[in-house]
């Protein structure tokens, strides 16, 4: 397996399949070499005629390289355009030739202004490749020095894009700004090698920071993408991540430990404040941080979100409004009780008592599922097998808790708290272990029944 050139400044090299010489473009080759490269036409053409003509790509220019892949600036010459050319650096198995594979035909499934296109997939050398308009820039470089409204209007265009995904039940599963590509001052959401559909995760993959705390416990859904569009927003906006936590160099570059310790601030919500000369309106940190919110539920749908997004550029106090009607129209739900029965986590098996919000239309459906560049892998020890074999064991409560009049009788104290309980224990699961999963979960039954018989305390 023959590896993928390594390009000096000034080089070009030619890689990929064989292109004949009937269908190269050989002149309008040189013409967007030389104006990639800032030569001459003489000199930009007598570059190209050394190289191997028989290739159909002619390699410009490296513009990412991790441990994965190399993803090169390289013009097309049987089409005679400019295109981003990624190689896979991994040896092509049967697993890794389907995943490469899989990831540009999901891509293609989605022809929109906001979605990067492919145009070609194929395999050389051993190599997979993937082919795809070339865009200016990403989001980390594009926002610099941008105002912020432009910087939201950008990110609002990256989720439409994910719009599409929801639609059709998919999750992005790595939205950072590196994946937002920049096209004629168009966003366009990009890269996804991740990408899967909506179901319990059984490996916790992405990059630290833009993790939403449910992938930890090996859950994927929709919203995880408005985690991560959230954290990349504040990133664009503020220049670094919501949470309080160290950086990479104060952990000497112990990436797990910064993983689970990001994971563990987003899971506590101790947000990060911006800072005291900024200009950016409070309404605007307010729906950012109502896309991190650590208990999914509590985030908004993708389209939701986006919408308060439009209407604080438009008008602050258009936003305001609107998240005022939309906390009237909450307040209307009404609280249904759901008990469920013990969930196995670590292999610890915890009792819980949570309740559901649902509308009344939603009663008899119950409620959903909890919702998940150059990405690092993390993988926690999942109870994926444990949490699904055999039956779960029945919910032993004392009576006096499932009467019907007494549902309606429970404290407003008792149902705020028990509202985030069953996601932060399964997260806490996988970030601090089984003894002190347990300890925890001793603590909130204890409090729960505190507030049951004396909710005033």
């Known amino acids: 397996m023959a590896s993928p050139p390594a390009l000096a400044d000034g080089d070009i090299e030619s890689w990929g399949p064989d292109a004949r010489p009937d269908q190269v473009r050989f002149q309008r080759s040189i013409d967007l070499a030389a104006a990639r490269l800032g030569l001459?036409?003489?000199?930009?053409?007598?570059?190209?005629?050394?190289?191997?003509?028989?290739?159909?790509?002619?390699?410009?220019?490296?513009?990412?390289?991790?441990s994965h892949a190399i993803v090169y600036v390289a013009i097309d010459q049987m089409l005679a355009r400019e295109v981003a050319l990624k190689v896979n650096l991994e040896p092509m198995t049967g697993h890794r030739r389907w995943n490469a594979f899989r990831e540009a035909r999901t891509q293609v499934m989605f022809d929109h202004p906001h979605v990067v296109r492919v145009l070609d997939v194929g395999e050389h050398e051993g190599l997979s490749y993937t082919v795809t308009e070339l865009c200016d820039t990403d989001m980390n470089s594009w926002a610099r020095g941008e105002p912020w409204p432009a910087v939201v209007e950008r990110i609002i265009e990256a989720g439409r894009g994910l719009e599409l995904l929801h639609a059709a039940r998919l999750v992005h599963g790595d939205v950072k700004p590196a994946n937002i590509l920049i096209k004629d001052g168009i966003a366009k959401i990009g890269d996804f090698g991740l990408t899967a559909p909506v179901e319990r995760a059984g490996q916790l993959v992405g990059t630290a920071g833009f993790i939403a705390p449910e992938l930890a416990a090996g859950f994927r859904a929709p919203a995880v993408d408005v985690f991560a569009l959230a954290v990349s927003v504040w990133v664009c906006v503020f220049g670094e991540l919501p949470f309080e936590g160290p950086t990479a160099a104060e952990l000497d570059g112990d990436k797990d430990a910064l993983m689970r310790i990001l994971l563990e601030r987003a899971l506590d919500e101790r947000w990060a404040e911006p800072p005291t000369d900024s200009e950016v309106p409070r309404e605007l940190v307010e729906i950012i941080r109502a896309g991190l919110a650590a208990v999914p539920q509590r985030r908004p749908s993708m389209a939701a979100w986006l919408r308060r997004m439009e209407a604080v550029v438009a008008a602050p106090e258009e936003a305001q409004r609107l998240e005022q009607m939309e906390r009237s129209a909450e307040t209307k739900r009404r609280w249904l009780p759901s008990f469920a029965a013990g969930l196995v986590v670590g292999g610890?098996?915890?009792?819980?008592?949570?309740?559901?919000?649902?509308?009344?239309?939603?009663?008899?459906?119950?409620?959903?599922?909890?919702?998940?560049?150059?990405?690092?892998?993390?993988?926690?020890?999942?109870?994926?097998?444990?949490?699904?074999?055999?039956?779960?064991?029945?919910?032993?409560?004392?009576?006096?808790?499932?009467?019907?009049?007494?549902?309606?009788?429970?404290?407003?104290?008792?149902?705020?708290?028990?509202?985030?309980?069953?996601?932060?224990?399964?997260?806490?699961?996988?970030?601090?272990g089984d003894e002190a999963l347990q300890t925890y979960a001793d603590q909130l039954i204890t409090r729960a029944e505190q507030l049951i018989t004396s909710p005033s305390k």
């Open 40 to 66: 001459s036409i003489e000199i930009a053409g007598e570059m190209v005629r050394q190289l191997d003509g028989r290739h159909r790509y002619v390699l410009l220019e490296q513009l990412a390289r991790s």
């Open 348 to 432: 610890v098996s915890v009792v819980l008592v949570t309740i559901a919000l649902l509308g009344p239309e939603d009663a008899s459906e119950g409620s959903e599922a909890p919702s998940q560049v150059g990405t690092e892998t993390f993988e926690p020890e999942l109870a994926g097998s444990a949490a699904t074999e055999g039956e779960e064991p029945e919910l032993e409560l004392p009576p006096t808790y499932l009467e019907e009049d007494k549902l309606n009788e429970l404290p407003a104290e008792f149902v705020e708290y028990t509202e985030r309980w069953e996601d932060d224990l399964k997260s806490r699961a996988i970030l601090q």
